[in-house]
């Protein structure tokens, strides 16, 4: 009688045990238990926003950049590298700060920068040359991650002031052309031919003279010219900060 009562227990024990083996598994780690992996990728954050690098600074024989590291990722002091693409360009030895010793899993006793960290670096550019600076660094975070070496570029020093110069230069006499031409084809519009025998009536008042009327000529058009370019350029100067275009 007794076993006949253990029997459907004893069954049920035997069906259950083949879908709990998992559990006693010592082989497979915790984490795939519970479906979450072990360091999984998503718990870490990009490399742009794990290690912020900014150019703060740009001087004749000096750059200054600034590290923020975000909590719980560090830098390695000696995977730094600074690099310019211009032969005449060279970059001396950086300023560094402070450094924190640390025994790292990857590469065992080295220093590292945690939080913000400033550089500055020396620049060799006697002709005050534009170069590209490269800047190569690595990290990783406290949580075992390592990331890949990082590469970023900045553009330092602007160009010559003489060629900015001609090219403004260049743009101002287009300009001035173009003005020229519109006006003059403005001349030859329907509004202002009617104008013409008017205008000669009361210049010439009916005498004949080449000299004569072209003297009284640019003494009508010159100053009117006049008048109007400097309210055109009063107008350009202070229209947009009055927003006249939008009162008129």
């Not at 534009?130 to 390592?146: E, I, N």
């Amino acid at each position: 009688m007794v076993m006949s009562r253990l029997l459907p227990y004893l069954l049920l024990l035997l069906l259950a045990l083949p879908a709990n083996a998992e559990i006693f598994d010592s082989s497979r780690p915790q984490s795939a238990l519970f479906g979450t992996p072990l360091n999984n990728s998503q718990d870490f954050l990009p490399v742009d926003k794990a290690f912020r690098l900014d150019l703060l600074e740009t001087g004749k024989d000096s750059v200054r950049l600034r590290f923020i590291n975000a909590e719980g990722y560090y830098l390695y002091k000696h995977r730094f590298a600074f690099t310019s693409d211009h032969p005449q360009v060279s970059i001396g030895t950086p300023q560094w700060p402070a450094a924190e010793p640390k025994t790292d899993e990857f590469f065992g006793d080295v220093e590292v920068f945690y939080g913000v960290t400033d550089l500055l670096l020396p620049v060799n550019n006697p002709q005050n040359t534009p170069f590209t600076l490269q800047v190569s660094y690595q990290g990783c975070a406290d949580l075992g991650l390592c990331y890949p070496p990082e590469i970023r570029s900045f553009e330092v020093g602007d160009p010559p002031l003489i060629a900015a110069l001609q090219q403004g230069v260049a743009i101002d006499w287009r300009s001035l052309a173009l003005f020229f031409l519109a006006g003059l084809g403005l001349t030859f519009t329907p509004c202002v031919l009617p104008m013409l025998p008017i205008l000669s009536g009361v210049v010439l008042r009916g005498q004949l003279g080449g000299t004569r009327g072209l003297r009284l000529s640019l003494a009508y058009v010159l100053p009117m010219a006049a008048s109007f370019a400097l309210l055109g350029a009063l107008m350009g100067m202070f229209g947009a900060g009055l927003n006249l275009q939008a009162r008129l």
